[in-house]
């Protein structure tokens, strides 16, 4: 099962909401695989959650097209239609429903056991399951005799998590090499004593040990 720990999601987020891309412009799923080294069901997964998200459009032609600023997205309030859509639908349903049927910790059903209860292939619930992965709606333990798919509870991701997210897209997108960003990192953190514009809550302390301990680049 692909981890997507590629900042694939993270980069193309900033970079459509930054105007790097503009309303219109085509993503062709080829380039951003070579781009990003992805495979191609978790390049077409992060764009799947782009869509989701009213960033990007899927057209008839199977085109990836993206959205003017504020856009709805595309599928908002509509049934969704494609095997993939279904049972991930299905699935953050019983994920972060009012009563979960896998709550935070609980291990998912194996894919193939998903696949038969859906009447799909397997490789439509692994898209799916790649799709919640990257929405922070489950993990996938490689290792051990408990590997598999387990619940996230996405309430409780910790503000490390979001800040180590966008190091690394921040680090991806200068060209930075690890022992280089995490120093550079080190020295601009006094920039952070300056106090926050008035009617902006400023951020909890950070303390430059514990990130530096935190930023595992790799």
């Not at 280089?180 to 106090?195: H, I, K, N, S």
Request: some cysteine.
């Amino acid at each position: 099962m692909p981890t997507p720990g590629e900042p694939i999601l993270v980069v193309l987020r900033e970079e459509v909401r930054a105007g790097v891309w503009p309303a219109g412009a085509l993503l062709k799923p080829s380039e951003l695989m070579e781009r990003f080294g992805t495979s191609r069901m978790l390049t077409r997964a992060a764009l799947s959650v782009l869509i989701d998200e009213g960033l990007v459009r899927l057209d008839k032609s199977r085109t990836y097209i993206v959205l003017a600023p504020g856009s709805p997205p595309p599928n908002e309030g509509c049934t969704p239609t494609s095997r993939i859509d279904r049972v991930m639908v299905t699935m953050r349903e019983r994920l972060a429903g009012s009563a979960p049927v896998y709550p935070p910790g609980r291990r998912l059903p194996p894919l193939h056991q998903l696949a038969v209860e859906f009447g799909v292939s397997k490789s439509v619930v692994l898209h799916a399951a790649t799709r919640l992965m990257l929405q922070g709606l489950v993990r996938h333990q490689h290792a051990g005799e408990m590997r598999g798919l387990y619940a996230v509870d996405p309430k409780s991701t910790t503000r490390n998590d979001i800040l180590i997210a966008d190091l690394r897209a921040a680090m991806y997108r200068g060209g930075w090499c690890p022992a280089d960003f995490r120093e550079a990192v080190e020295r601009a953190l006094p920039a952070l004593d300056v106090p926050p514009p008035v009617g902006r809550p400023g951020p909890a302390p950070a303390h430059s040990a514990g990130l530096s301990a935190a930023l595992v680049i790799g």
